[in-house]
């Protein structure tokens, strides 16, 4: 049993006004939240009425010193539990290392070279298998990571294994055995109830020696992970989280992990609102780890459904019960596209039945969304849908896969693909690259594919013209950027590693690149060839295009007949993040 630090003073009888006044130095201390986990998204906030007062924590130190008298136990063996409790407090202590990470992030708009570096600080703690486990935006775009023990002036040098953005959680290792020198791994506990204390550890700003922050679990739900633009189980906790806290372990009463520090919420009106990745969410993380020997990612369904909450909807549908949920849309890329239709009601996910809203049931008298039962499995694995079609109950099964995006969140380690024509820069559209650009730059019409768009077939791009390198060839072009081409003489481009075969293949006398709102730019094969190696040696430019644009193209992308070729892309959004009414989510 862990022993706190009221009840410690109690069992020594120490004056209560040192109690008081060491309880409310840590509880100003940790009243502040400065981290902003996601500051575009607007979320509601209640008090929490679940925080414990320090009168509860003297109490319950007060009542555990009556249990043990009760017990007419020894003054020795009293000592004896008390030295044992500390000690095994201070090994959970020292499974907590600090993160020292040096960040090299690659520069989206000018993609052959990376941004000045900088330096970062986080938490981590010690695993089974001597490993380290943290969060995967602490060691992003990593160019040198090293860790150091609690009460250690050594720094280790770490190598990632794994990242994980999706969930926000990375692995590492450490080569020299100096530092698994009398380690500990921490064990992982059960998922908390709400109301169970938790107690945060690991290094946070305000000083350089191991912070703890204690509060209580006040809710369990899928969220939004800000790091992965993704909806998983999450723990809110009403312990202060703040930066340098990411990675560190959130401790239950029993000293087990239940979870690691990753974000909180910072809003004028909200006041310490961290959450914690549960041990669910780990554990799936390292068993696909073990299974695969890399991280492949959390499968989807691949629809986008709506709620039944209405009588006449489900009336209409035939739903003679109140539960299911409506799909309104199944992605191209998606194995649900050969099973499932627009119109089908979802009523069971392998047994276990939807209800109306898009909840199922959790543990006792809790219910959570629907898409929580999907994050269980893993990438390849199948589930049996009971779906009602035109009235008719049938079964059905769907491989899940992880979901495919037109604009991808985040570019794998690595630079970004470009290509250099005549000085006409070209170059796959992604998140990053529209937050580096800022969106007043991008245009309302390409912004709107990226942000409402998906893949009609697996490795479709949206390739932009990023800027244009003026010189004698490009005249009239200069002032060209960030524009989608959409065709190179008349070939319709699927993605970017297409659009250097086409120009590698062309033995036209012309190059003829259409954009977007038909506007064209020509340029004249010879002059081509004859420039970009002048051009590239002129800006100090290596390559006139990445690593990956090299190798020989193979294609292996088929279009489905149904889709035209010069359809528009869709209207459905990419992310629960970006449904603007509560009863439409992806699932």
């Keep these: 049993m862990a022993v706190t630090l009221s009840s410690y003073c109690s069992m020594f009888s120490l004056p209560s006004s040192t109690i008081k006044h060491r309880h409310t130095h840590t509880h100003i201390r940790c009243s502040r939240n400065p981290f902003d986990a996601n500051p575009k998204k607007n979320v509601g906030w209640q008090k929490n009425p679940l925080e414990l007062s320090s009168k509860d ?31 095994r407090d201070l090994d959970l202590l020292s499974a907590v290392v600090k993160v020292y990470c040096t960040h090299t992030p690659p520069d989206y708009s000018l993609p052959w070279q990376k941004q000045r570096q900088y330096a970062s600080t986080g938490s981590a703690f010690m695993i089974k298998g001597r490993k380290l486990l943290t969060n995967a935006h602490c060691v992003e775009h990593d160019t040198q990571v090293k860790v150091k023990k609690r009460g250690d002036d050594s720094k280790y040098v770490a190598k990632v294994l794994a990242r994980a953005v999706s969930c926000d959680l990375a692995l590492l290792s450490v080569e ?70 990411s990675g560190g372990p959130a401790f239950n009463d029993q000293g087990k992990c239940i979870g690691v520090a990753f974000q909180a919420l910072k809003a004028e009106d909200v006041e310490n609102i961290g959450y914690v990745i549960p041990t669910t969410v780990v ?51 998606s194995d649900a596209k050969n099973v499932l239709k627009e119109g089908d009601v979802i009523v069971s996910f392998d047994d276990l039945r939807v209800g109306c809203e898009g909840t199922v049931p959790f543990r006792s008298n809790e219910r959570i969304a629907f898409h929580y039962l999907i994050s269980q499995k893993f990438a390849g694995d199948t589930a049996e849908l ?17 979901r495919v995006n037109l604009v991808p969140f985040h570019i794998d380690e690595g630079q970004p693909s470009y290509l250099i024509i005549a000085g006409l820069v070209f170059t796959p559209l992604s998140e990053p690259y529209i937050e580096e650009e800022h969106e007043d730059t991008i245009g309302l019409k390409l912004l709107a594919k990226a942000r409402y768009s998906f893949p009609k077939f697996k490795g479709e791009q949206i390739v932009i013209l990023s800027q244009v390198m003026a010189n004698n060839y490009n005249i009239g072009y ?57 051009l590239i040696d002129d800006y100090g430019i290596q390559s ?44």
């Excluded at 020299?176 to 204390?197: H, I, M, T, V």
């Excluded at 990445?546 to 869709?570: I, K, M, N, R």
């Design 57 to 87: 924590e003297r109490s319950t130190g007060g009542n555990m010193v009556a249990a043990k008298k009760d017990k007419d136990i020894t003054v020795g063996e009293l000592l004896r539990e008390v030295e044992s409790s500390v000690l």
């Design 176 to 245: 020299n055995e100096e530092f698994w020198k009398d380690a500990k791994p921490l064990r992982f506990g059960r998922l908390p109830n709400l109301q169970d204390s938790v107690t945060v550890v690991g290094y946070p700003l305000g000083g350089d020696t191991i912070s703890v922050t204690k509060g209580v679990v006040s809710r369990v739900e899928v969220c939004s992970y800000a790091h992965g633009s993704s909806d998983l189980l999450g723990i809110q906790i009403d312990a202060a989280i703040n930066p340098g806290n």
């Design 283 to 333: 554990s799936h993380f390292l068993t696909d780890y073990e299974k695969n020997g890399k991280y492949s990612g959390f499968p989807c369904l691949g629809v986008l459904i709506q709620k039944l909450e209405n009588p006449a909807l489900r009336a209409c549908l035939k739903i003679q019960s109140n539960e299911g949920v409506l799909v309104r849309r199944v992605e191209p890329t």
């Design 386 to 402: 009971g779906i009602i079609r035109a009235g008719t109950s049938m079964k059905v099964k769907v491989i899940l896969n992880p």
């Design 478 to 534: 200069e002032d060209m950027s960030n524009m989608q081409v959409i065709k190179f003489n008349g070939v319709r481009i699927k993605n970017i590693q297409h659009l250097a075969h086409l120009i590698d293949s062309c033995k036209d006398k012309y190059m003829c690149f259409e954009f977007e709102d038909c506007y064209a730019a020509v340029l004249l094969r010879e002059d081509v060839i004859a420039t970009t190696t002048s």
């Design 544 to 587: 006139e295009r990445s690593p990956d644009l090299q190798e020989p193209y193979v294609d292996s992308l088929e279009v489905e007949d149904d889709q035209p070729a010069d359809q528009e892309f869709g209207d459905t959004p990419v992310s629960n993040n970006e449904v603007s009414h509560d009863g439409l989510f992806w699932a």
